[in-house]
């Protein structure tokens, strides 16, 4: 570490241990009031009185010793619970507007109810924003009884309500539900043309679970609603048959790395050979063209069982940090349609696009933010700049006792897997419970079938079986359990040794607790965390290590074998340079996809800038702000979303092509921006032209029967879903299909698309 990084990382210490201070002395005072003695209806008067202090102006910071007092004391008659000092001082952080960093099974879903109940107690509404549905329901239910003890209303949201029931449960004083329902409904209400239409209220307050995720890792991922479906006829499994021709290198070039991939001029030749189409490069192959690209990248760069499964007769997308399915999400442009071709499946084309907004730009739309999760300060730095949230490491309730060993890293993949199986065989004998953590679907059942072979049977989880999730993971911790897991089991879990039996788990503990393996380092020192973060709960003995081979992909994207290495062997090498280099690999990659993230954010930013100025106009009419008849209000309302929902037509057309400008030596970004702010300035004038033209034809008629008529309503049904765009974000970059015509440029193009990753040399 040099000595800049070692100076930041004091100041943050020394920082942090004053704000504990801080919240240590508040905790004294809130310990103080002890209520005990007070019977219910006096708490119960008591948190009235502080709902209407609060909604009378006085700062919640001045009611917030009372508040947390009184939510201990709720805590302990209604379920048992009496929070520990550190979930009180991670309740101050919290609503301090601080992401904290507490470790696995400290208690953060009781932690927020503190910060959630102060808050709520404007009335004007807390979200928390859990990892998915189950957790959501899960959250409102168990800790429903300390709010409703107090006077005030808990709900959650689940994909599926009605209308009718997610407007009530948002209108509830804490809701539970994920970020990406709370998006969806949010673009449902954008394009609402009633008020009774709309779910939501004003943004007020959020508490955000797993705040890594959703703040860093799924930022970025675009949520759309469009209009109808329809089925897609394109003759897709044409151009999968054609791409499997096309051999690699002598055809085409790509690399697995950047995740490029594009045709030589040897494989344009022998498409046109096969196709008889001619020039492939003429602008009346365009569509063609097309579909050949997108064909080749999921043919080339698409593995099943890594990166999509099969299930069902369909395509499902696995997520790269959890390797669970990423549900409702599909691949953009018309690579969904190549990789559901591939597969030999049908696929469903989506309609017209009326809305998006990501993640990151849906949770800046609440005035207050917080989150909590296991792993932050790895990317406190991001925290920081993307959403001024600082960290605060609150510390553990019991000491940390984990053991985590250096890595253990190999020549190549056939030793490494060789002493993994040795390694676990041995652990397993004794009866200790094994977590593996493998890098995808592929690995998992591979490693899993030679563990049966060394005759150590093996639970598998993985994106096929996670609706047993929940099972698989409360047994991980039994004696002789072993656990073979993707990413899913590296969040939203708890692993109690002993599978939660006292007795068991004392024999557990005896043996050294949970072992936790990783086969593998992630780009991101914090996945690797949340693994190690399954074992060593509350205290509990543990250990963890990792498995690395030189072979493996990050290690042969970044580094290259020294001479002494050359050679395979089948031990370990012993040579402790290398784990810091590992560990400065995941630091310059961390690093490098920090500084994507902003580059692409500069171009989603001035969209959503864009779709806020638009949105206010559009709210103020659908609340009644503007002196209009019903007839134009309606009328406006359809226009603005017809104008909106073209302009993201051509957003999306031009951000696929943009990077050529480049080539002329012109900046991509200054070129979307300008191109972007000339068509939003055309759509006022185009709203009011079509605005007057349907007016004439109502002749000022207020009757909904004539709207109909005339097509001024919302679309007969519309779908929600998520945008799989990691293919944009550098090193899985690949081209479009509006962005084929760089081969008309191949000499050029090739040398613009030069890799954007420069290997460190060691």
């Known amino acids: 570490m040099n000595i800049a990084a070692k100076f930041v990382q004091r100041f943050r210490e020394y920082d942090n241990r004053n704000m504990l201070k801080a919240y240590r002395d508040k905790t004294e005072q809130i310990r103080t009031r002890n209520l005990q003695a007070w019977d219910d209806t006096k708490l119960q008067e008591e948190s009235f009185r502080l709902q209407q202090a609060a909604q009378s102006g006085i700062a919640l910071d001045e009611l917030l010793v009372d508040a947390y007092s009184l939510v201990c004391e709720a805590a302990s008659r209604t379920l048992g619970l009496q929070p520990y ?5 991670a309740g101050i952080a919290l609503h301090e507007r601080m992401l904290i960093e507490q470790h696995t099974g400290e208690g953060k879903t009781l932690s927020a109810v503190m910060p959630a109940y102060l808050n709520a107690l404007t009335g004007k509404g807390v979200h928390v924003l859990t990892f998915n549905d189950y957790l959501a329901r899960r959250d409102a239910q168990w800790m429903g009884p300390i709010y409703r003890f107090l006077g ?18 948002y209108r509830s004083d804490i809701t539970y539900v994920t970020a990406k329902e709370a ?16 779910v939501h209220r004003p943004f007020h307050y959020v508490i955000v679970d797993e705040a890594d995720s959703l703040l860093l890792d799924e930022a970025r991922v675009p949520l759309v609603i469009s209009g109808e479906s329809e089925v897609s006829h394109s003759d897709g499994m044409r151009y999968a048959d054609l791409a499997r021709q096309l051999l690699a290198g002598e055809h085409y070039d790509y690399d697995e790395f950047q995740r490029n991939v594009y045709l030589n001029d040897a494989g344009a030749a022998k498409v046109e050979e096969l196709l008889g189409c001619g020039n492939l490069y003429d602008s009346r192959n365009s569509q063609l063209l097309t579909s050949l690209n997108c064909a080749l990248h999921v043919e080339t760069l698409l593995t099943k069982d890594i990166d999509y499964i099969v299930r069902g007769g369909a395509i499902e997308l696995i997520e790269e940090y959890t390797g669970r399915v990423a549900e409702n999400r599909y691949l953009p442009d018309g690579l969904q349609a190549a990789l559901t071709a591939k597969e030999g499946l049908k696929w469903t084309a989506g309609g017209k696009i009326l809305g998006t907004i990501t993640i990151q730009h849906f949770i800046s739309l609440y005035p207050e933010i917080c989150g909590m999760t296991a792993t932050a300060c790895a990317s406190a730095m991001e925290f920081k700049d993307i959403y001024a949230l600082q960290v605060v490491q609150i510390p553990p309730n019991r000491l940390n006792i984990r053991t985590d060993y250096p890595h253990r890293i190999y020549t190549h993949k056939e030793a490494k897997y060789q002493a993994l199986v040795q390694d676990i065989s041995s652990i397993h004998r004794e009866g200790r ?5 493998t890098a995808s679907v592929e690995e998992s059942d591979m490693l899993a079938a030679e563990l ?6 093996a639970q598998v989880l993985n994106a096929k079986n996670d609706a047993e999730e929940a099972d698989i993971i409360a047994r991980a911790g039994e004696l002789g359990a072993v656990t073979v897991s993707t990413n899913m089991a590296g969040r939203g879990v708890d692993i109690r040794l002993g599978g939660g039996d006292p007795v068991q788990a004392n024999a557990v503990a005896r043996l050294g607790g949970l072992y936790v393996i990783g086969t593998h380092v992630n780009e991101s020192v914090r996945i ?3 693994l190690r973060g399954r074992s060593g709960r509350q205290g509990d003995p543990g250990a963890s290590v990792f498995y690395v081979s030189l072979e493996d992909d990050l290690m042969r994207r970044f580094s290259s074998p020294t001479p002494a290495h050359a050679v395979r062997q089948q031990e370990a090498i012993e040579e402790p340079l290398l784990g810091r280099k590992i560990a400065s690999i995941q630091q310059i990659v961390m690093s490098q996809n920090f500084d994507i993230h902003n580059e692409l954010n500069r171009y989603s930013d001035m969209i ?12 103020s009419i659908l609340l009644g702000e503007q002196p209009m008849s019903p007839a134009e209000q309606r009328v406006r309302l359809f226009y603005i979303d017809e104008c909106w929902a073209d302009h993201l037509a051509f957003v999306s057309y031009l951000r696929e092509g943009i990077h050529l400008e480049s080539i002329a030596s012109r900046s991509p970004i200054d070129e979307f921006h300008t191109q972007i702010t000339g068509a939003f300035d055309q759509i006022p004038v185009k709203i009011n032209h079509a605005e007057e033209a349907m007016l004439v034809r109502l002749g000022g008629s207020n009757d909904p029967a004539e709207w109909e008529r ?19 974000q550098n090193k899985r970059s690949s081209w479009t299909g509006t962005t084929v015509v760089a081969f008309w440029l191949r000499p050029f193009a090739q040398k613009v698309l030069s890799p954007f990753i420069k290997q460190p040399k060691y």
């Open 608 to 619: 959503e800038d864009q779709r806020r100025i638009l949105y206010a106009e559009r709210l």
């Open 528 to 530: 690797d965390n949340q």
């Open 183 to 198: 998006g969806f409904d949010y673009l449902r209400d954008t394009i609402a043309l009633t008020e009774a239409a709309t």
């Open 433 to 437: 419970p094994i977590l593996i953590g």
């Open 710 to 728: 005339l097509g001024l309503r919302s679309p007969a049904s519309t779908r929600t879903y998520i945008i799989n765009d990691q293919y944009l």
């Open 452 to 457: 049966a072979a060394a005759g150590v049977p």
């Open 152 to 169: 005030l209303s808990v709900d959650s949201v689940q994909a599926g309500m009605s209308l009718t029931e997610k407007r009530a449960a």
């Open 85 to 89: 000092d550190v979930q009180i001082m």
